[in-house]
């Protein structure tokens, strides 16, 4: 059995210095923890994060925006008062992960830098992810795979919070071990397998996770998360889908979780303006367009053998949730 070292680091940029020796972070663990069990992966030394000071932080800036460690607990982030109040669809995204035994312990950065939950990758079976020259889930159970951005390998990202997160606009803060840092938005954070199949995030040797920044201008906003799954009781998301609405231009911006290798970003720019006039909304109008939009934003989907239902269930959840805020 190799051994396994374990470090406590004080800071982010000391964390961010030890990860060139083949390290890995340690936090909540519910995601690195079976990684290790199923051989996954082999760091020879664990660093834990959760000590530094402010990496579980939750704060509401003056503007109205939040900033929220990468160590805060799912739990305490779902239920602060001021994300419940101002980005509520974060809220509802965090508290639909999991039991509550694992949002007590999962932590926000984790969640987002999560491995793909697909069965052979899981299952230890030779396939892209984990460093073989194929994918055996394009030709075999490929029920879950990506309807969106897929190939050459089609496992879907699982993390409901980053779903809210990109639909709000959200920053990332990314420490390196000389001490700098660099901010990227989180559509720019997530990488298609087309571009490395090594791994799902744009983070280089040497950098980490400090924080998640959420913008003001969409505090307070109509805004929702919701998600399908193939069981009742807790389960990752068929597909999930974000809405959150511009309070100036009142458009949505939306977001998909469970049909593509990252969290997607819609192009709403090129869909038709809702349909809001000076005697109000009129609830047949405003059907035939969140209709019109859930159809537009799945154009281009692309179904396996078997995962074709993917396409219906996602304009469903989107036509869904614009309806649900028909009065926002």
Not at 43 to 70: C, H, M
Not at 238 to 247: G, H, I, N
Request: include cysteine; charged fraction near 25%; charge should be positive.
């Amino acid at each position: 059995m190799d051994s396994l070292g374990f470090h406590r680091a004080s800071s982010f940029e000391e964390a961010a210095g030890l990860l060139h020796s083949g390290a890995a972070v340690l936090a909540g663990g519910t995601d690195l923890v079976p990684l290790l069990k199923d051989g996954l992966v082999k760091p020879s030394l664990l660093v834990f994060i959760g000590d530094i000071p402010g990496a579980a932080s939750i704060s509401v800036t003056r503007r109205g925006g939040a900033r929220i460690g990468a160590a805060a607990k799912l739990t305490d982030i779902a239920n602060n008062p001021g994300v419940r109040r101002l980005f509520p669809a974060l809220a509802e995204a965090c508290r639909s992960v999991g039991t509550l035994q694992i949002r007590n312990v999962a932590t926000l950065g984790g969640n987002l830098c999560q491995r793909p939950r697909c069965w052979y990758y899981r299952s230890g079976i030779a396939c892209f992810k984990s460093g073989g020259e194929s994918c055996p889930a394009r030709d075999g159970l490929d029920e879950a795979l990506a309807i969106l951005g897929g190939g050459p390998c089609w496992a879907v990202h699982p993390s409901d919070p980053a779903v809210a997160l990109l639909a709000l606009d959200a920053k990332i803060t990314i420490r390196r071990a000389d001490g700098s840092v660099r901010e990227t938005s989180l559509a720019d954070f997530y990488c298609l397998p087309s571009d490395r199949l090594d791994r799902e995030t744009r983070l280089d040797a040497g950098e980490i996770v400090e924080r998640i920044t959420v913008p003001a201008r969409y505090a307070g906003s109509p805004q929702r998360y919701a998600k399908v799954t193939q069981r009742a009781a807790w389960d990752f998301a068929l597909v999930s889908a974000a809405v959150v609405w511009e309070k100036r231009r009142f458009r949505p911006r939306i977001a998909l979780g469970g049909v593509a290798p990252r969290p997607w970003l819609l192009d709403t720019a090129r869909l038709s303006d809702p349909p809001v006039s000076r005697r109000g909304r009129d609830p047949t109008a405003w059907e035939l367009w969140a209709i019109r939009t859930a159809e537009q934003a799945l154009r281009g989907s692309r179904a396996l053998s078997s995962n074709g239902y993917k396409i219906e269930l996602a304009k469903n959840l989107i036509r869904r949730t614009l309806l649900e805020w028909r009065r926002v």
